[in-house]
């Protein structure tokens, strides 16, 4: 299955976009659920498209596999996250975390700081920011991971200023610092 996605397309910059009847036509055959492919074989696939850089496809591999009737948890919506990260798809990353509260799947600080960076790699200081604000409402503390990733995303674009303001509210909440933090 995993060689039959990396065939596919990832989105403009790499030709064609893997379609979501693409993806599904990939995944035809395999069985989810109770005898079938349980959450560890997503993960590895989602791991595996993280490491190629290839976050829409990635994505649309989370949605095809939950309209299958698998199993969708938060290991698989960081794998996800991480591929945006790694590719700096900001946009992409922070619709996820919209998906994820929309599918009632318990949020967590790594996929929140893997939104955080993918801002961060797409030069998007302020949506790092807006991210890391929405973190309180979706029930995630923030930590000095997420924490790291907006201040570095500040520094990036020469935001200084806006890059003291955090490490200021970073410690006020008492949240230790690190050396990435500085």
Known sequence: IL????ALGDGPQRGTAASPSAVRAALQGAVFGRGGLGPAATTSWLSALARARRPHLAVELLL?????GGEINVFHYGAAASACAKA???V???NLLSVMTGARVESSAIVYGAAISA???GDNWAAALAVLAGMPDAGVEANTITYS???SACEKAGQWLVALELLGSMLSSSIQ???ITY
Do not use: D, H
């Open 92 to 94: 992409t990353a922070c």
């Open 3 to 6: 060689e039959r996605l990396l």
């Open 64 to 68: 095809a596999v939950q309209e299958a």
């Open 149 to 151: 990733a907006a201040i």
């Open 119 to 121: 801002c961060e790699k």
């Open 88 to 90: 700096g798809q900001w």
């Open 177 to 179: 610092a690190n050396t």
